[in-house]
């Protein structure tokens, strides 16, 4: 199985960066999918997860500027970010878990993790 980020890299505040999962070995479309992030220093927090029926779940840590979004057909989940603050860096991951009745909101039951992509905010 492997789970692979991309689309990280350093830029000004305000603006906007698209994060791609591609995911390889799993039957995308039978698991929920996160992404997460993780400060350094800090723990790792949810940001969104999207369930196999396209259902979004916000955590409510970026304040309604990220969206979440899925693609059955290539395997891949996206993080569409807009107008990124400094507090914002951080090493963001993307994970694969199938759901018991619903999408798990710690990042524990997540049985598969990408190595992450970083993202730096500069103020």
């Known amino acids: 199985v492997q789970l692979m980020e991309t689309g990280g890299g350093s830029v000004d505040t305000g603006a906007s960066l698209n994060l791609s999962c591609v995911t390889n070995?799993?039957?995308?479309?039978?698991?929920?999918m996160a992404w997460f992030r993780q400060a350094p220093g800090k723990e790792r927090e949810g940001v969104f997860y999207?369930?196999?029926?396209?259902?979004?779940y916000d955590f409510g840590t970026t304040e309604g500027r990220f969206t979440v979004s899925r693609d059955s057909t290539r395997s891949t989940i996206y993080l569409h970010m807009s107008r990124l603050k400094p507090e914002e860096t951080a090493m963001y991951y993307c994970a694969a878990t199938t759901p018991v009745n619903i999408c798990p909101l710690a990042p524990a039951p997540y049985n598969f993790w990408g190595k992450g992509t970083q993202v730096t905010v500069s103020s």
């Open positions: 070995g799993i039957n995308f479309r039978d698991y929920c």
């Open positions: 999207i369930t196999p029926n396209n259902g979004a």
